[in-house]
């Protein structure tokens, strides 16, 4: 086997992801879960050394009902992801963070994926750097909902930020480095995003973009981002990004990438709404661009213990695109309703119109953290 | 592509709007200023030895949120509330992010997510004993009592450039959390606390 070729890689990130995973619950089962420093009278006698001392433990799943009307129409159960999820602070400023996601593929074979493993150093609210695998910073949607259907509202994410091994155009995962901060300013919380990466890859056998744990050539992924949330409009979020990238492929093929993303947000305890729009271009070095966009509406309004949402979503792939064309466009309505009956439990059901396909599903989904 | 799904865009843009406008904005009360009558107030206390003298409303919001965690100085910020189930750790929830005990756990939970620092998650200290005691040994600790609490120990902020006792001070207390003869009791204390101070 090529120890350079894709399907290698992935089999060495599995090995890694396995190994850290069998490290993770290890450590785990050695210091227990969220040892935040506490004491019974609340005054602890070295904050200092007990705020270098921080885990954080979790783990997210998710069990799903899916009825959909095809023909013939046909039901499921499906489990969804078992997210593994440890932080540790190292000091005050430096920071770890590993995502480990067992899931089963539609066969029931189960796997691993190491989703984020990233070291952290913190300097100051305006400056922090990141290294490792993490979330690219595109939009909003993919740097504020990671994996784990807990803390996402709907039982789906949007189409448009859909992980790469499930169909998404989008390049969610990097590895590389990350600058991000604070820019000074009284009160219009403005923040600067800078990332640097491997970018994404594809070979002849699978023409399908996928991130590239091991980059062959000099051209790195760019990606900056800016965002801005004034303290005179609690829970207001705006921001834009630019990603550009050269995806290597076989025979010194590459295709030129580049993504522009824009959103809007307001979300506070009984109201959340987001829009989000995304313009993706793709071209070999010689050839014509092709453009596809895509963007969400996501609007949900807080009834007592019922958080009723509704999305519309619409991402249109031109088949002749290089690398992405083969994927499924999508359009149309989900509507739904999430109750949080505990703590860490979360209900939700959602039914789905596609007006390409057309089809309409239901779903219903228990998630879940602890 | 059609011009319909970019009226479907429109449509549901503008949905979103009405949804922001129509919402319960006031209702958090966050920044709301109420200047009739005496009240009790919410006082953000810190070490002696931190040269900040006050916060913004939004700032002190940012610092609940976890998404400031460092004071001008460098230091980490070490936020202390009470611990959950109390009232007054209810009421500055309320006061400062416009959420529930539920609600912010869950930001928490996801703060930590998204990378975070777990060691930034607020401790939890149960008595207001605890809470002075903390902020006065710990330089970077950032909490909350109630205003005719505050002593010699510890420093009181100016929020939006205002003491507990001015008037208009965003931080004050609804009725029920009103402690009896407060008004007295907050001045002397905050005048000892000023008089205290020690050079960082």
Redesign the interface.
Known sequence: MNAGSPRASAVALRQLAAGLFAGWMAMGAALGQEAVPHTPHGCESDPAEQARRSFVLRLLGDVEFLVQNTDPPSSTWRLGQLDAFFSADLTDRLSLLTEVVVELDEHGESFIDLERLYVSYRANDAFGITLGRFHTGIGLYNITHHHGAYFETAVTRPQLFAFEDEGGALPVHEVGVSVDGEIPTRGLGLRYLFEMGNGQRWTAEDPRPAPSANDHNHNKSTNVGVSLAPDAWPGFRAGISYYRDLIAGPDDLSVASRVAAAYVSYRRSSVEATAEVVWMSHRFEHGGPFTNRGFYVHVGRRFGKVLAYGRYERIRIDPGTPLIGGLTSLAGPTLGARIDPAGSIAIKAQIERDEFAPTFRGRVQLAFVF | ?SRL?TR??VL??V???V??LV???A??G??TVIQQGPRAALAIVVNHRNPVTGL????L??IFLL????WPT?R?I?LVLREPGQPARAEALRLVC???E??Y??HL??Q????R???A?P?????T???L??VQ??P??VGHVDASQVNDTVKALRIDGRLPTDPGYPLQLSPARMPRAHVAGTQEALVAAEAARVPY
């Open positions: 592509m799904p479907v865009a549901a843009t949905t979103a709007v949804v922001v919402s319960p904005l209702a958090t966050v920044g913004s409303v939004g700032e919001r940012r998404d400031m965690q460092y460098g980490r070490t416009g959420m529930g539920d609600e756990r869950r939970m996801l930590v997510f998204r990378g620092p777990g060691s998650a401790r939890s200290i149960r008595t004993e605890g809470m005691g903390f040994n710990a970077g600790a």
